[in-house]
């Protein structure tokens, strides 16, 4: 709720900041704004409770703010916000500590004679990735300065971006922290394996050499010596998995149980890696190998229910369009989104995952189709067709006007609005057991 009011408080504070025309806002910028603008304003002891709670929303304005270039931008070009994807949205200058002419404006960057970049100034100043970056923003022909709102595919500053702009990056922080923890070296053993204490602790070993590997390779339903497979990073690994065939000549009838079977293993010794490493508990190799034996034969159950139930399946779009399917996993204090894009040959082309804390199923679903769009535009599609098993989410994309959860609508319009024009998009409801 926390998170909601300040997205809420924060479109206030935005359209103090970007100047919009309306009487509440000239009347508290007459008031509290004395002196340069929002961001420089100090607060008064005696402000409003309103003003005050405006005024905590700036931290949130200035991560997601930037000037949009014009030809009349006199702003110094230093110290402003104005290149999107940079750091704090300013250049970083060619030479370390050498800002080059500090009293240039924006302005003085661009030809005279037409809306265009100068390429010969901006190359002598910057450095590669600033140069890059400036050579994509597009002039505006108005001369009045405004902002973007980065985090909106359109620039324009809503409460539901907002909203998503803090708990992703509050998922951000909790990613980065739990990998930096699962990959600190034990306590006890430098560097080795908190399984084994034999040899160093990495994912090659961890997952082909470890002795608890091999023992559960050996006592599987598909036996299998692990450490004799040859692979030089797990990304190897994984492709076979994705491609059983190729490598290790499975017939595509078996594809499926033999994912099942390699996965499984993958997920439970690094569960027991982390127990071990973070609690200490090391459990024998005999034991975790029966639990991996146990949970494959429930994923084997699972599956055959499934198939008894339903006989759909996915099938790969026709010949030159490709097909994205979305879905969420639903956690206690977070959610899961990933899609997959494949082409007529049913060829995967690119898998996304993202996490964010939100904890409602439309809500994620939601999140998972405006991440399906994302790729879809990212890969440049002209033909696609989205696929997902949520029925709430693909009538609000098919029909927006039946939608009725006001998150879901703002999160479906963003959707439908990030559609490239150069696209064209079908949408589609199918079970569970024919989306990935």
Not at 180 to 187: A, D, E, G, V
Not at 228 to 240: P, Q
Not at 268 to 281: I, M, Q
């Amino acid at each position: 709720m926390k998170d909601v009011n300040l997205a809420l408080i924060a479109k206030l504070g935005w359209k103090i900041f970007s100047n919009f025309d309306s009487l509440w806002v000239r009347q508290l910028s007459a008031k509290y704004i004395k002196y340069g603008n929002f961001f420089s304003s100090p607060i008064a002891p005696s402000a409003s409770w309103l003003w005050k709670g405006i005024q905590k929303s700036k931290p949130l304005l200035l991560s997601g703010a930037c000037l949009q270039v014009a030809k009349t931008s006199s702003l110094p070009m230093w110290t402003s916000a104005w290149i999107p994807i940079m750091k704090d949205f300013k250049p970083v200058p060619r030479f370390p500590c050498n800002r080059i002419q500090p009293s240039l404006c924006i302005s003085d960057l661009l030809q005279q004679s037409s809306l265009q970049w100068n390429l010969s100034t901006i190359s002598a100043i910057f450095d590669q990735a600033t140069v890059a970056e400036i050579l994509k923003i597009k002039i505006s022909l108005n001369p009045i300065p405004q902002y973007l709102w980065t985090p909106s595919c359109s620039g324009k500053f809503t409460s539901h971006s907002a909203y998503l702009f803090i708990i992703n990056a509050r998922s951000l922080l909790v990613s980065i922290q739990l990998d930096w923890m699962s990959f600190l070296p034990p306590n006890n053993s430098l560097n080795h394996c908190p399984l084994c204490k034999s040899a160093l602790d990495s994912l090659q070993h961890l997952f082909f050499n470890c002795i608890f590997a091999r023992v559960v390779g050996r006592n599987s339903f598909w036996p299998l010596d692990s450490s004799a497979l040859n692979f030089s990073n797990m990304v190897d690994w994984i492709n076979v998995i994705l491609s059983p065939s190729i490598s290790l000549a499975i017939p595509p009838a078996d594809h499926h149980k033999f994912q099942i079977f390699t996965s499984v293993p993958c997920d439970l010794l690094w569960f027991y890696r982390n127990k071990a490493y973070h609690e200490g508990k090391i459990v024998d190799a005999r034991s975790i190998s029966t639990h991996i034996n146990k949970i494959t034969l429930e994923h084997f159950h699972a599956w055959n229910i499934t198939s008894s139930l339903t006989k759909e399946i996915w099938t790969p779009p026709s010949v030159t369009w490709f097909k994205i399917n979305f879905v969420t996993a639903i956690k206690d204090s977070f959610s899961v989104q990933a899609v997959v894009c494949r082409d007529s040959n049913g060829t995967i082309i690119r898998i996304l995952s993202q996490i964010s804390l939100a904890c409602l199923s439309n809500y994620g679903e939601a999140l998972a189709a405006q991440l399906a769009v994302s790729l879809a535009s990212s890969l440049h599609i002209g033909k696609f067709i989205i696929e997902g098993d949520s029925q709430v989410v693909i009538l609000a994309l098919q029909q927006p006007a039946l939608s009725l959860d006001r998150w879901i609508s703002s999160i479906i319009s963003d959707t439908i609005d990030s559609i490239p024009a150069f696209s064209f998009g079908e949408v589609r409801k199918v079970t569970r057991n024919a989306n990935f």
